[in-house]
């Protein structure tokens, strides 16, 4: 079975830096799916930013980017010029790909709760 | 809005009532997910609908748990003789056939609490 782990329950950072928050997966797959979702208090939760795993250039989505490495099991997030709205619950999640459009559910971590200091 | 809606937002009920909650996906989306998430948790996957078939249902969801689509559209999940345990957020997300890019759309939940 597929696992994601987020090994950094909570973390800060200054307005206007730059964080990066961890994730690890196990797998036997070699085809997958990455996903940073952000989850703000008492809101619906959104994608951030994905990764294929076939792709060796790294995603990136404005201020936020990834450092995808395959064999290491490892897919962080980087957020750059942090803002007070990038505070929120962040989840690093896992979808196996599929070459019929069956059910691959999203395997998630527990989350890192991103705080922002102005 | 044309987003994932739920209802009800909140639910607090006694222990042992039954609670069903609702679930109007994106309305081009033929795929359905229901999770259920507790407090300091990453959601957990509990069924998954393709348009009115229940495809999948995790061993989380027990048999006091019934979750249906019955025209492929919306979804209703009921849980019978609710316990404390059943207290979460539960999530419903949706997704489409159309470049299987792998996003789930998410409803922002319906919270039960469980008295």
């Known amino acids: 079975a597929q696992t994601v782990t987020q090994s950094q329950p909570e973390m800060s950072v200054q307005e206007a830096e730059t964080v990066t928050l961890s994730c690890t997966y196990d797998?036997?797959?070699?085809?997958?799916?990455l996903f940073w979702y952000k989850q703000p208090p008492s809101r619906q939760m959104i994608l951030v930013i994905r990764?294929?795993?076939?792709?060796?250039q790294n995603a990136t989505e404005n201020r936020f980017s990834v450092n995808f490495q395959k064999a290491a099991k490892s897919f962080s997030l980087k957020i750059s010029d942090s803002q007070l709205g990038d505070a929120a619950m962040y989840f690093c999640?896992?979808?196996?790909?599929?070459?019929?459009?069956?059910?691959?559910?999203?395997?998630f971590g527990t989350g890192t709760r991103l705080t922002i200091i102005p | 809005d044309t987003g994932v809606s739920q209802d009800p937002r909140h639910k607090i009920t006694k222990r042992g009532q039954n609670v069903t909650f609702r679930c109007d996906p994106i309305?081009?989306?033929?795929?359905l997910y229901w999770y259920r998430q507790t407090l300091g948790q990453g959601p957990e996957f509990l069924t998954y609908?393709?348009?009115?078939?229940?495809?999948?249902k995790s061993r989380l969801l027990s048999d006091r748990f019934s979750a249906e689509r019955p025209k492929g559209s919306f979804s209703t999940l009921e849980i019978q003789r609710t316990e404390q345990g059943d207290s979460a957020m539960y999530l419903c997300?949706?997704?489409?056939?159309?470049?299987?890019?792998?996003?789930?759309?998410f409803g922002e939940g319906s919270r039960l609490t469980v008295l």
């Open positions: 797998t036997s797959e070699s085809d997958y799916y």
């Open positions: 997300a949706s997704t489409g056939l159309a470049g299987d890019t792998g996003e789930l759309f």
């Open positions: 999640a896992y979808r196996r790909a599929s070459s019929n459009f069956g059910n691959e559910k999203l395997t």
């Open positions: 609908f393709q348009n009115e078939a229940q495809l999948e």
């Open positions: 990764q294929e795993a076939y792709k060796q």
């Open positions: 309305s081009e989306h033929n795929r």
